[in-house]
Each structure stands twice: as C-alpha cells, then as structure tokens.
C-alpha cells in the first residue's frame, strides 16, 4: 500500500506522467482542482487530449456557459476555452491521453470565456 495526499501535488493533478504523483501513467491524467470565486484560468486548448470536467460542487463558466454541480464538460482537441470559477468550485479533471506539453494558450478574444 502506498499513501499520498493532494496538498503534496501540483495544483490538484494527482494521476499522470508527472512528479509528483500518486500513479503514474501514460493513458491519462487526473486531477481534483479547488477554487475560490474569481478564480480564473486562460482561454487554451489541447491539440491531442480530450478533457472532461465534472463539477463537483458550486458553479463555474466554460465554453461561453454556465456549469453546476454534477455537470460533466467534455472538451474535444482543439477546442479552446477560458475557465472562471463564479463560486466556490471543486471540479475533476481527467485528460485523455497524458501528454506532456499539450497545452495551448490562445488570445482571449479568440476563446469562448
């Protein structure tokens, strides 16, 4: 048996071929991510990964909408959004392959925020 804990990670992301991390692996990436209301991340995208996102509980703007809890957002390749959290969040994040460096900011005016 091995034990971790999420503070010991790298802004939430947990599984993935990264360090530190609680499983490593090539198929996928996992993370659960916590934000405060305001939070924001900028518009990008993946060329190679698939993103799913569950909301697990408060309510967030992605893809020009608003989410809530049990949401469950699936952004494909090539699509690009911005992330606010509009409450208190707490989401998870798989991403499909893990591919290190598949991450693509693009111009705000570009991204559906």
């Keep these: 048996m091995k034990h971790h804990r999420l503070d010991e990670m790298v802004k939430g992301w947990f599984v993935g071929n990264f360090a530190p991390s609680a499983f490593a692996a090539d198929a996928v ?14 518009a990008h995208f993946h060329k190679v990964a698939t ?18 809890a049990n949401d469950i957002v699936t952004i494909e ?24 460096g598949d991450k693509y900011l693009v111009p705000t005016n570009e991204a559906n925020s």
């Design 77 to 100: 390749p090539g699509e690009a959004t911005a992330f606010e959290a509009l409450e208190d969040t707490v989401t998870v994040v798989v991403k499909l392959p893990c591919v290190a």
């Design 51 to 68: 993103e799913l996102t569950v909301i697990v509980s408060g309510r967030v703007r992605m893809l020009g909408r608003e989410w809530a």
């Design 29 to 42: 990436e996992v993370g659960i991510k916590v934000y405060k209301a305001g939070d924001r991340e900028a």
